[in-house]
Nanobody, 116 residues
Framework: QVQLVESGGGLVQAGGSLRLSCAAS????????MGWYRQAPGKQRELVAS???????YYIDSVKGRFTISRDNAKNTVYLQMKSLKPEDTAVYYC??????????WGQGTQVTVSS
């Protein structure tokens, strides 16, 4: 019984910024890792960024230097600060959280659209 509630998606012009937030709530007290996936039309879903409980981070090459992931472990909340957005960043972004039992929970997805 875990819910991931996302916010911050929207429409921006190329070069703009957005900040995504995702708060996890429910029966699981903490998570080993949290992250963000995205899926664009006609493309495979890909892991954009992730962060562990020890604050180790991962970024896909295409967003390095532009996106920053962070988390508040006490609140089970993860953030994705997206800067210098490009049209190719347009996708549905999904928040994820993985429990100590290695079960992964997914948010409902939030649309990010970057216009040229």
């Amino acid at each position: 019984q875990v819910q991931l509630v996302e916010s911050g998606g929207g429409l921006v012009q190329a070069g703009g910024s957005l900040r995504l937030s995702c708060a996890a709530s429910g029966s699981t007290r903490s998570f080993n890792s949290m992250g963000w996936y995205r899926q664009a039309p006609g493309k495979q879903r890909e892991l954009v960024a992730s962060i562990t409980s020890a604050d180790d981070t991962y970024y896909i090459d295409s967003v390095k230097g532009r996106f920053t992931i962070s988390r508040d472990n006490a609140k089970n909340t993860v953030y994705l600060q997206m800067k210098s957005l490009k049209p190719e960043d347009t996708a549905v972004y999904y928040c994820t959280a993985t429990s100590p039992l290695l079960r992964t929970y997914w948010g409902q997805g939030t649309q990010v659209t970057v216009s040229s």
